[in-house]
């Protein structure tokens, strides 16, 4: 065993602290006093600490004890004059000190520990690794702010990596970002993979004059798919992270067999904005070599004076359209109106595994092998858990690049929320002063959780900066794509919606929340969105950067905060995903696929190519059953009543829905304004309620409690008369029923999208129905809600006419095709 005897010098007393075995904590806390002598400094009084009771003991047994140690030590940084004293008393009994580096928090503690190359710095002098610790845990916790486990690690991996503590706290409040503490990771470039040569591929001398225009290479990727029979019509499905050179993936199969006359090429997109956007591109790339480009979206129903002038025919070479939008025409009996098709493309194939739209694009692919068995099928992603096992059960080869064309940093930034303005607007600044080796300006997409945050950003942010979601119309979009291509715009705020596909090359993203609405954001939804950042023809590097509010949530009291659910998405990957539907989702399927073929043998086959598994018969059966169908032997077909549910994407329950309303003879206003409601609506001067009220009033009109804080006591009075004026209209219009749940039976969301139906009948267009309410009653909605909403009602009218009529309600039949055609305009 050994013995040390620690001294730490105090102007009144010297602490003495006995160390057996180099442990931390002492064998007891002694206090010396020494006292002048003849013969020098010598022991006065000892005093020794067991327990917090303090004992008085002969100074001799101090002596005692400094004799038989096996080292003595002097902490560093003590009394000087009492360090002086000490050392002149040990010399007098012919014995010696080293002087150390205590950490002097531990002494504090009446503890010891070295300070060494690990020590901590903290107020201009250094702690021990322990001792930080505790100071970092003490300092997270007075925050008021309930870190979590995992965030707790993270600044204390921080703390141990910079070795400075306050440099490490400084994190708490970012008001001057330190990016070497807030650097998560970052993802090294890798273009190991050889380019081929554009000039030495196998193409069409027109379109190989096209791409040489803009690059003599190709990127990895691409070279990889035609390594592996692209231009040799092998089936593909491309994984790859954003920028990375997918879609002329698709485009040398699909142009190059539009040339080769093997048959035109159908895209397929999630996003109305996605399919405009490529209808865009491909109409201004390939129209001056003679192929013509048309687009399929739902919005096509609603004629508006700003959508005229796009091709909509299927007699086109390529034809641009959302999953829905093409689903359609196979689900009407158009199979044949595609004509030849060479090429399929589908874009962003991970939505295959989402839970609501998951099933229509598995059916779609599979009824689309059905009727052309012989055109090439392209998948696209950016996002696939498991691409083996995904390429398999789709039927093609995979093409894997797992590395990105430019470096990526990823930064967590834990910040409050009221600073996220602040910090966003010195990053997009410091984003935008940067131009990169190619010549152009760092720009940045900055991810919200909502539309009306989209807006409320942009506008809080003191440089110029634009909203972009869904609820805009595509002029809109449109106008700020542009901008932002050009690099005019600095910064694009959008929803984690938008995601997927549409072109916009930042430099920078910038997660301002964590969360899609009031859920949190899967992986595969944060892998889509960071690979925004860094487009290799654009930039020299990408930057994501997530800021996440401590102890945050969107609802509930349960579940994750945005400060652990940041670490989980920096740190996690993609789970792969079973595919599986609902009854309602599976019937539907069935009944669709019953429009493309009428033997029960075909189907099935159609069916074993889709990823959920299919009871064909007890399926079948059941649409027999409730008449949607015949059956008999091997022969199926569609009865009127399953036609029309068929082609105007209804389930059952929808379907019955409707044809009960029609036996009863009930109005096709109500009738379409129950089967879906257009509840996307907002307070236009939600701030200025609040302001007036004083309370926090949700923004959407439908939302939780704002009905009953509006409309409670005496808030009316609050408000100014035009205000007032406008919500008793309101009241007076939507919410007079006798229903005891009242606001919340849905009376109020369906008179008002009886409302916006009527509106839009007498000939307002989208823009012009949102000026209208907001002039009638103070509230507002996006025009690209709107139409949307209004596309679906079309849709429903149709059935309405058709069921109607096959029931020989003729006139219930004529006032829904009226009212569908002053719907469509």
Known sequence: MTLWILASAERSKIIILPIRDKKKKPLFVGELLLRQTDVGPRPHKFKVKTDGEGEYRPPSEFIDLIRIADRIMIAKGGDDDQTTRFIDMLQGFQLSADIVNACKFCLLKNRFNFLNRRSIKYHRDKVCEECAREELFRMLKS????????????????????KDLDRTMAMISPDDLDRELTKFDSIAANTSVPKGMIKDLPLHKSFKKILLEKSDTLLPVQSLSVENGLLKGQNQLVTSVTATGKTLIAELAGIENILRKKGKMLYLVPLVALANQKYDQFTKRYSPIGIKTSIRVGSARIKTSKNASMTRTLDSDIIIGTYEGLDYVLRTGGADLLGHVGTVVVDEVHTIEDSERGHRLDGVIARLKYIAPDAQFIYLSATVAKPALRAKQLGAKLIEYEYRPVPIERHLILCPEYSKVKIMTKL??????????????GQTII????????????????????PYHAGLTSQERKKVEIAFVKGKLPVVVTTAALAAGVDFPASQVIFESLAMGIEWLTMQDFLQMLGRAGRPDYHDRGEVIVLAVPNKKYSGDKGDTEDAVALKLLKGEMQHTKVQYGDDEQLEEVLATAAVTSSKKDLEKIHSNMLADYNVDFLLNKLARNKFLHKKDDLISLTRFGKIAAGHFLSVSKAFLIRDSVLVGQDPLVTVSNLEFFDSVYYKYAARISAALNVNLPSRVFQGASLDILFEGENMDKLDITLRDQLFEFAADFLTCNCRDSPYCGCAERKFSEKIITIRAEGYEPDGIVRKLESLYGITAYPGDVLGYLDNVVRNLEAVEMIAAAHSKREISLRARSLKKLVEG
């Not at 959780?449 to 809080?460: G, K, M, V």
């Open 143 to 162: 925050s008021h702010v309930n870190y979590g486990d995992e965030v707790c690690q993270r600044f204390e991996d921080i703390m141990l990596k910079t």
């Open 428 to 441: 997009v600044r410091e984003e935008f002063a940067i131009t990169s080796s190619k010549g152009h300006k």
């Open 447 to 466: 991810f919200t959780n909502s539309r009306r945050n989209c807006h409320s950003i942009a506008e809080a942010l003191p440089i110029s900066a634009a």
